[in-house]
């Protein structure tokens, strides 16, 4: 079973859009900039504001506001990232109840439900975090 990781929506400037939702939903809020984030993004000549992918954190789930470039109509604006505990049973849980894989990717698996709206099963939270923590040892 999965459970609600966060709300994506794709769009062309997520900061504005970021900061719109917020401002809109009670207890949210633009997820802070440390330093070290600033720095990552300067180093790729991007700003907070010029950021491809802005968090908004309340007491719900995350959204997450992600740059996609063009309109594509083969592609939901708005889906769910659900965290799973093991992505190959839940796929093939889905798969027998009629939904698609589109694409495996190390973290996520990006789906269809059966009348093709997109969605991705991401491994869960402390898995990718341990994951990150390894790496970087």
Request: contains cysteine; hydrophobic residues 40%; aromatic residues 8%.
């Amino acid at each position: 079973m999965a459970r609600i990781h966060e709300i994506v929506f794709d769009c062309d400037k997520p900061s504005v859009l970021a900061h719109f939702w917020a401002e809109m939903l009670d207890g949210y809020e633009v997820r802070p900039y440390d330093e070290a984030e600033v720095a990552r993004l300067a180093a790729l000549g991007l700003t907070p504001e010029t950021d491809p992918t802005v968090m908004v954190d309340g007491p719900g789930p995350s959204i997450c506001f992600q740059n996609v470039e063009g309109r594509r109509y083969d592609n939901n604006r708005v889906h769910f990232d659900l965290e799973v505990d093991d992505r190959a049973g839940e796929v093939q849980r889905l798969v027998d109840r009629g939904a698609e894989t589109v694409r495996v990717l190390p973290t996520y698996t990006v789906m269809r439900d059966p009348e093709g709206n997109q969605f991705c099963l991401v491994d869960r939270r402390i898995e990718v975090d341990a994951d990150r923590e390894a790496a970087a040892a």
